[in-house]
Protein backbone atom coordinates (compact mmCIF):
# COMPACT_ATOMS: atom_id res chain seq x y z
CA UNK A 1 0.00 0.00 0.00
CA UNK A 2 1.17 3.17 -1.07
CA UNK A 3 1.19 6.16 1.75
CA UNK A 4 1.04 9.88 2.46
CA UNK A 5 5.23 9.24 3.09
CA UNK A 6 5.49 8.09 -0.18
CA UNK A 7 5.63 11.34 -1.77
CA UNK A 8 3.02 9.69 -4.06
CA UNK A 9 0.21 11.52 -4.43
CA UNK A 10 -2.70 10.12 -6.48
CA UNK A 11 -3.06 11.44 -10.21
CA UNK A 12 -4.71 14.94 -10.38
CA UNK A 13 -7.12 13.96 -13.02
CA UNK A 14 -8.83 17.03 -15.59
CA UNK A 15 -12.18 18.77 -13.79
CA UNK A 16 -14.48 18.07 -16.49
CA UNK A 17 -17.34 20.52 -17.25
CA UNK A 18 -20.25 19.24 -14.93
CA UNK A 19 -17.13 19.42 -12.23
CA UNK A 20 -16.58 23.30 -12.88
CA UNK A 21 -20.72 23.50 -12.91
CA UNK A 22 -20.59 21.30 -9.05
CA UNK A 23 -17.53 23.65 -7.84
CA UNK A 24 -19.25 26.83 -8.31
CA UNK A 25 -23.08 25.94 -7.29
CA UNK A 26 -21.70 24.61 -3.99
CA UNK A 27 -18.93 26.85 -3.70
CA UNK A 28 -21.39 29.94 -4.19
CA UNK A 29 -24.39 28.17 -1.35
CA UNK A 30 -21.31 27.39 1.07
CA UNK A 31 -19.92 30.80 1.02
CA UNK A 32 -23.10 32.74 1.38
CA UNK A 33 -23.86 30.56 3.94
CA UNK A 34 -20.80 30.96 5.83
CA UNK A 35 -20.59 34.60 5.02
CA UNK A 36 -24.38 34.81 6.86
CA UNK A 37 -24.11 32.80 9.51
CA UNK A 38 -20.64 34.64 10.56
CA UNK A 39 -22.33 37.97 10.70
CA UNK A 40 -24.71 36.49 12.89
CA UNK A 41 -22.05 35.09 15.00
CA UNK A 42 -20.14 38.40 15.58
CA UNK A 43 -22.98 39.93 16.30
CA UNK A 44 -24.16 37.85 18.79
CA UNK A 45 -20.38 38.01 20.50
CA UNK A 46 -20.92 41.45 21.23
CA UNK A 47 -23.14 40.73 23.59
CA UNK A 48 -21.82 36.88 24.70
CA UNK A 49 -18.33 38.36 25.13
CA UNK A 50 -18.79 41.05 27.91
CA UNK A 51 -21.44 38.61 29.64
CA UNK A 52 -19.62 35.66 29.44
CA UNK A 53 -15.76 36.34 28.77
CA UNK A 54 -14.46 32.85 27.69
CA UNK A 55 -17.20 31.18 28.06
CA UNK A 56 -19.70 30.88 24.68
CA UNK A 57 -22.58 29.06 25.84
CA UNK A 58 -24.39 30.66 22.06
CA UNK A 59 -22.43 31.11 19.24
CA UNK A 60 -20.98 27.41 18.69
CA UNK A 61 -24.26 26.41 17.54
CA UNK A 62 -23.96 28.75 14.82
CA UNK A 63 -20.34 27.29 13.76
CA UNK A 64 -22.19 23.35 14.89
CA UNK A 65 -25.22 24.63 12.28
CA UNK A 66 -22.72 25.48 9.07
CA UNK A 67 -20.53 22.71 9.49
CA UNK A 68 -23.62 20.18 9.17
CA UNK A 69 -25.06 22.13 6.27
CA UNK A 70 -21.55 22.26 4.70
CA UNK A 71 -21.21 18.79 4.59
CA UNK A 72 -24.67 17.77 3.27
CA UNK A 73 -23.98 20.45 0.42
CA UNK A 74 -20.80 18.31 -0.47
CA UNK A 75 -23.02 15.38 -0.02
CA UNK A 76 -20.80 13.67 3.02
CA UNK A 77 -23.01 11.52 5.07
CA UNK A 78 -21.54 11.51 8.55
CA UNK A 79 -22.39 8.46 11.17
CA UNK A 80 -21.78 9.18 14.74
CA UNK A 81 -20.36 6.01 17.08
CA UNK A 82 -19.96 6.72 20.61
CA UNK A 83 -20.87 9.35 22.85
CA UNK A 84 -19.36 12.54 22.84
CA UNK A 85 -18.04 13.75 26.26
CA UNK A 86 -19.87 16.30 28.61
CA UNK A 87 -18.31 18.23 31.40
CA UNK A 88 -14.91 19.52 31.34
CA UNK A 89 -12.68 17.54 28.82
CA UNK A 90 -10.48 18.05 26.23
CA UNK A 91 -10.34 16.20 22.70
CA UNK A 92 -8.19 14.77 20.45
CA UNK A 93 -8.19 13.29 16.58
CA UNK A 94 -6.24 12.19 13.68
CA UNK A 95 -5.73 14.53 11.01
CA UNK A 96 -6.81 13.89 7.68
CA UNK A 97 -7.39 17.29 5.51
CA UNK A 98 -9.70 20.70 6.11
CA UNK A 99 -13.10 18.38 6.12
CA UNK A 100 -11.21 17.52 9.69
CA UNK A 101 -12.75 20.83 10.81
CA UNK A 102 -16.10 20.66 9.42
CA UNK A 103 -16.42 16.84 10.38
CA UNK A 104 -15.65 17.45 13.81
CA UNK A 105 -17.56 20.74 14.90
CA UNK A 106 -20.78 18.94 12.80
CA UNK A 107 -20.90 16.43 15.60
CA UNK A 108 -19.84 18.49 19.13
CA UNK A 109 -19.44 21.74 19.84
CA UNK A 110 -15.59 22.18 20.28
CA UNK A 111 -12.27 25.08 20.02
CA UNK A 112 -9.83 23.83 17.90
CA UNK A 113 -6.14 24.37 18.75
CA UNK A 114 -4.00 25.57 15.58
CA UNK A 115 -0.15 26.30 14.86
CA UNK A 116 -0.27 30.11 14.28
CA UNK A 117 0.54 30.43 10.92
CA UNK A 118 -3.16 29.23 10.07
CA UNK A 119 -4.50 33.00 11.44
CA UNK A 120 -2.86 34.49 8.73
CA UNK A 121 -4.38 32.51 6.10
CA UNK A 122 -6.73 34.28 3.84
CA UNK A 123 -10.87 34.00 4.61
CA UNK A 124 -9.74 30.80 6.46
CA UNK A 125 -7.71 32.74 9.41
CA UNK A 126 -10.35 35.13 9.64
CA UNK A 127 -13.31 32.11 10.54
CA UNK A 128 -11.03 30.54 12.89
CA UNK A 129 -10.39 33.80 14.93
CA UNK A 130 -14.31 34.10 15.07
CA UNK A 131 -15.39 31.11 15.97
CA UNK A 132 -12.51 30.62 19.25
CA UNK A 133 -9.71 29.17 17.57
CA UNK A 134 -6.93 29.06 20.28
CA UNK A 135 -3.58 29.80 17.93
CA UNK A 136 -0.22 28.36 19.25
CA UNK A 137 3.40 28.90 18.22
CA UNK A 138 5.76 25.95 17.75
CA UNK A 139 8.59 27.63 19.77
CA UNK A 140 9.91 26.00 22.96
CA UNK A 141 9.97 29.82 24.83
CA UNK A 142 6.48 30.21 24.41
CA UNK A 143 5.83 26.75 25.61
CA UNK A 144 5.42 27.72 29.18
CA UNK A 145 2.61 30.70 27.79
CA UNK A 146 0.65 28.78 25.97
CA UNK A 147 0.19 26.25 27.88
CA UNK A 148 -1.62 28.61 30.90
CA UNK A 149 -3.70 29.95 27.90
CA UNK A 150 -4.76 26.16 27.46
CA UNK A 151 -5.57 25.86 31.17
CA UNK A 152 -7.26 29.01 31.21
CA UNK A 153 -9.68 28.30 28.51
CA UNK A 154 -10.25 24.50 29.50
CA UNK A 155 -11.31 25.72 33.44
CA UNK A 156 -14.15 28.08 31.92
CA UNK A 157 -15.62 25.14 30.46
CA UNK A 158 -14.18 25.45 26.56
CA UNK A 159 -13.44 21.82 24.87
CA UNK A 160 -10.33 22.32 23.14
CA UNK A 161 -9.50 19.85 20.57
CA UNK A 162 -6.41 19.55 18.69
CA UNK A 163 -4.72 16.98 16.42
CA UNK A 164 -1.23 15.53 17.85
CA UNK A 165 0.33 14.23 14.42
CA UNK A 166 0.84 17.40 13.98
CA UNK A 167 0.48 17.38 9.89
CA UNK A 168 -2.64 15.71 7.87
CA UNK A 169 -2.42 12.44 6.39
CA UNK A 170 -3.32 10.43 3.54
CA UNK A 171 -6.60 9.07 5.80
CA UNK A 172 -5.09 5.59 5.52
CA UNK A 173 -3.43 5.39 9.31
CA UNK A 174 -2.48 7.02 12.34
CA UNK A 175 0.75 8.53 12.71
CA UNK A 176 2.51 8.88 16.05
CA UNK A 177 1.43 11.72 18.39
CA UNK A 178 3.40 14.23 19.37
CA UNK A 179 3.32 14.94 23.11
CA UNK A 180 4.13 18.24 23.77
CA UNK A 181 0.64 19.91 24.02
CA UNK A 182 -0.10 16.97 26.49
CA UNK A 183 1.46 18.84 28.95
CA UNK A 184 -0.67 21.55 29.54
CA UNK A 185 -3.18 18.50 30.67
CA UNK A 186 -0.89 17.67 33.79
CA UNK A 187 -1.16 21.05 35.26
CA UNK A 188 -2.22 20.57 39.02
CA UNK A 189 -5.01 22.74 38.33
CA UNK A 190 -6.51 20.16 35.56
CA UNK A 191 -5.04 16.91 36.74
CA UNK A 192 -7.67 15.73 38.76
CA UNK A 193 -10.45 17.17 36.76
CA UNK A 194 -10.04 16.31 33.40
CA UNK A 195 -10.76 13.87 30.89
CA UNK A 196 -9.47 13.34 27.28
CA UNK A 197 -11.58 11.86 24.63
CA UNK A 198 -9.93 10.47 22.07
CA UNK A 199 -11.66 10.63 18.36
CA UNK A 200 -11.07 8.94 15.17
CA UNK A 201 -12.41 10.43 12.21
CA UNK A 202 -12.52 7.90 9.16
CA UNK A 203 -13.16 9.04 5.47
CA UNK A 204 -14.59 6.45 3.01
CA UNK A 205 -13.98 7.56 -0.61
CA UNK A 206 -16.50 7.60 -3.19
CA UNK A 207 -16.84 4.59 -5.22
CA UNK A 208 -14.55 4.29 -8.25
CA UNK A 209 -11.89 6.90 -6.30
CA UNK A 210 -8.80 6.63 -5.00
CA UNK A 211 -8.83 5.73 -1.18
CA UNK A 212 -6.79 8.58 -0.47
CA UNK A 213 -9.34 11.14 -2.08
CA UNK A 214 -10.10 13.00 1.20
CA UNK A 215 -6.62 13.31 2.41
CA UNK A 216 -4.42 16.55 1.91
CA UNK A 217 -0.73 15.63 2.61
CA UNK A 218 3.29 15.99 1.26
CA UNK A 219 3.15 18.54 -1.86
CA UNK A 220 -0.21 18.65 -2.76
CA UNK A 221 -1.84 21.89 -3.84
CA UNK A 222 -4.45 22.73 -1.29
CA UNK A 223 -6.38 24.53 -4.12
CA UNK A 224 -6.75 21.39 -6.31
CA UNK A 225 -7.47 19.46 -2.83
CA UNK A 226 -10.07 21.94 -2.01
CA UNK A 227 -11.71 21.36 -6.27
CA UNK A 228 -11.34 18.22 -6.29
CA UNK A 229 -13.58 17.63 -3.28
CA UNK A 230 -16.01 20.47 -4.59
CA UNK A 231 -16.55 19.00 -8.21
CA UNK A 232 -17.36 15.12 -6.60
CA UNK A 233 -20.53 14.08 -8.37
CA UNK A 234 -20.00 10.83 -6.08
CA UNK A 235 -21.02 10.07 -2.16
CA UNK A 236 -18.45 9.37 -0.24
CA UNK A 237 -19.29 9.13 3.76
CA UNK A 238 -17.33 9.31 7.26
CA UNK A 239 -17.43 7.76 10.06
CA UNK A 240 -16.69 9.87 13.51
CA UNK A 241 -15.96 7.61 16.87
CA UNK A 242 -15.51 8.90 20.16
CA UNK A 243 -13.66 6.80 22.65
CA UNK A 244 -14.36 6.22 26.33
CA UNK A 245 -12.70 9.20 28.25
CA UNK A 246 -9.41 9.57 29.61
CA UNK A 247 -8.49 10.34 33.20
CA UNK A 248 -5.75 12.55 32.92
CA UNK A 249 -5.26 11.20 36.81
CA UNK A 250 -4.01 7.54 36.02
CA UNK A 251 -1.35 8.57 33.66
CA UNK A 252 2.07 9.38 35.08
CA UNK A 253 3.21 11.66 32.62
CA UNK A 254 2.11 13.38 28.98
CA UNK A 255 3.96 10.46 27.19
CA UNK A 256 1.58 8.06 28.82
CA UNK A 257 -1.37 9.89 28.22
CA UNK A 258 -0.66 10.79 24.57
CA UNK A 259 -0.11 6.72 23.90
CA UNK A 260 -3.48 5.50 25.32
CA UNK A 261 -4.53 8.04 23.00
CA UNK A 262 -3.05 6.98 20.17
CA UNK A 263 -3.54 3.66 20.34
CA UNK A 264 -7.52 4.18 20.89
CA UNK A 265 -7.20 6.45 17.52
CA UNK A 266 -5.72 4.25 15.56
CA UNK A 267 -7.41 0.90 16.90
CA UNK A 268 -11.09 3.27 16.21
CA UNK A 269 -9.41 4.36 12.47
CA UNK A 270 -8.14 0.79 11.51
CA UNK A 271 -11.89 -1.21 12.44
CA UNK A 272 -13.80 1.16 10.29
CA UNK A 273 -11.18 0.86 7.33
CA UNK A 274 -11.74 -2.75 7.46
Same mark, same amino acid.
Given at each position: MTTWVDGNEPVEQPIAVMGWVRIIMRAVVIVTLIAVCLTVLLVLRLIERPIYGLRRPFTPYITQFVCRTSLLIL? &? $? /????GQPLHGRAA?? @???? @? /? /????? &??ASKRIFFVSKSEVAGWAGIGILARATGTLFIKRERREALAQTKIMQERLLAG?? &???? $????STDGLQVIPFKTTLFAA???????DVL??? $?? @???????????ARFYGWWGDMSFGSHLLRTLACPKRGRIDIVYHPALKVADFSDRKALAKACETAVRAGHQHHRG
Open positions: R &L $P /LRVHVV @SNHT @S /L /LDIFV &LNQK &LLFF $PEGTFMAPELRQVQ $PV @SVIYHAPKGED
